[in-house]
């Protein structure tokens, strides 16, 4: 795997599930040889928290320096396209800045959201792939305009750690949501969970139908109450719509997630999630929540992630 944008890079997605939960058992006792002297650069075109933590403490469990920018606040404005003539607001041209760091860093992870006005260069991923284009070390999603591939592996081994039947019925559910909502997150579980042991529902309003690309042969269904019945596990998010591109129109059912309707499935989100609006605080404080153990599979996404791309690169 030469860099990790999309789960679609990933060769064989099962057997990175098995792999990092193996990496997660070992914790502490991980061999360095490979990556102690290496070097990781996370640029920040966006705030996180959980991002930014787990991967800085992946890299200490690998023995490696972390080198973190909030390069949307403290970097130089970054030209994408070719053949500009740079005399306005873009000081520095990618094809510079991604081989300058790639001086710096082994590893370089770059967070960068889509515009949701832009469709053409979300689609495209402008940001991460150009970067993968200049660099000349591996690029590592922190999530980018269209996945949030790291976030979708972890969520897999949290599947993985948590059902009790060998084909669990997955169901991935919209939800209400204040503000205007990349699909990266959905669209990395979608595709994560199409290539494992599972049966996926996803259910949105039709208004917020994901990219056709994305959800394929999936079984859609616009009644959450339908998608929830049998439900193992319900992964929630917010989105906005995809077509028309990146708008919020109005919802008459309530997709809001309570306890009465999951029942026994178990509830995961990747977090931050805004309660009461998206679940209640029945839900996220019952026993039924996985959402910090997501959180805790982050740490082990990004490791076992960090040490694919050096080993591919050596
Ligand atoms: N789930 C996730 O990526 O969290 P952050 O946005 O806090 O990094």
Redesign the pocket.
Known sequence: MKHFISIKDLADPKKAVQTALALKKQGSNLDHSMTADKVLCLLFF???????L?TERAAMYLGMKVMVMQISDTGWALEFEDGVIMNADKAEHVKEAAAVVSQYADVIGI?AFPTLTDKEADLEERVLRAFARYATVPVLS??GATE?P??ALADAMTIEEHRTVSRPKVVLSWAPHVRTLPHA?ANSFVLMMQRQEVDLVLTYPKEYALDPEVVGNSKVTHQQEEAFEGADFVYVKNWSSFEPYGQTPKVIDDFTITAAKLQAAKFMH???IRRNVVAEDAVLDGSNSLVIQQ?NN?TYSALWAIRELLTAAK
């Open positions: 966006n705030n996180s928290l959980r991002t930014r787990s967070r922190l999530e949030h790291l976030q997150v990747c977090l931050p959180a982050r």
